[in-house]
C-alpha cells in the first residue's frame, strides 16, 4: 500500500535524472544499465513480442477462442506502450 501512495505522489519520478539534472556521482554504471534495459524493452526486441502478441491476440479473437474485450485491451496497451513518449509529450505541451 505504501508503494501506491508513493506513486501516486510522483517521489520516484523525481528522482529519476532530466536533461537540466545533473546525475549523482557513481551512477554511472547505474544509469547505463538502466538505459540499456530501456532500450531493450523499447527496442526492436520489444517491438517483435508486441507484433507477435497482436497477431496471436488478433487470430484468438477471430476464431472465437478470446473474448474481444480482452483482445482490444492487449492490442490498446501495445499502444499505449510504444506511444508512451508521445502521449506524454502531448500532456506536456497542453500543461505548459
Same mark, same amino acid.
Given at each position: ?19 537540466? $539534472? ?69 500532456? $506536456?505541451?497542453?500543461?505548459?
Amino acid at each position: 500500500m505504501k508503494l501506491v501512495n508513493t506513486l501516486r505522489l510522483g517521489a520516484p519520478l523525481a528522482a529519476l535524472p532530466t536533461v537540466t $539534472q545533473a546525475a549523482p556521482a557513481g551512477s554511472g554504471p547505474i544509469l547505463n544499465a538502466v538505459t540499456w534495459m530501456r532500450d531493450t524493452l523499447m527496442g526492436e526486441v520489444a517491438s517483435g513480442v508486441a507484433v507477435v502478441a497482436v497477431a496471436v491476440v488478433g487470430f484468438l479473437m477471430l476464431t472465437g477462442r478470446l473474448n474481444w474485450r480482452y483482445g482490444a485491451t492487449v492490442i490498446l496497451g501495445c499502444f499505449i506502450l510504444f506511444g508512451a513518449t508521445t502521449i506524454v509529450g502531448g500532456i $506536456q505541451a497542453a500543461a505548459g
